[in-house]
């Protein structure tokens, strides 16, 4: 069955934004967590590509990828607020 054009776009776009987990993890000495596929998703859903690094989890706070809160919250509790990044093993 082939796919539309919108199936296309989200897939791609769902990729897209996994990928710049990847990379953001890997910069900043980080893992993801198996969680990665559904965040994205949800990063997709709420707030498209140009602001994937928003939080889903909590998105009226300052929370993004990787931003100081992100960062405190691996550094007590070993993950993100979203389950998203780990310490590194």
Known sequence: MEKNEDEVFIIT?????I?????TAARNGYE?????????????QFFGCKKWA???C???????CIS????EDI?????CH??????AA
């Not at 909590?58 to 993004?64: H, I």
């Not at 550094?75 to 993950?79: L, M, R, W, Y």
């Not at 979203?82 to 310490?87: A, G, M, P, T, V």
Request: proline share 6%; aromatic share 2%.
């Open 13 to 17: 776009s769902r990729q897209e934004i």
């Open 54 to 56: 928003r939080c889903p």
């Open 82 to 87: 979203c389950n998203l990044y780990r310490k």
């Open 19 to 23: 990928s710049k987990i990847r990379a």
């Open 75 to 79: 550094a007590k509790d070993g993950v």
């Open 32 to 44: 993801v967590t198996d969680n990665i596929d559904k965040i994205a998703n949800a990063k997709l």
């Open 58 to 64: 909590d998105p009226d706070s300052d929370r993004a």
């Open 68 to 71: 100081p809160h992100c960062k």
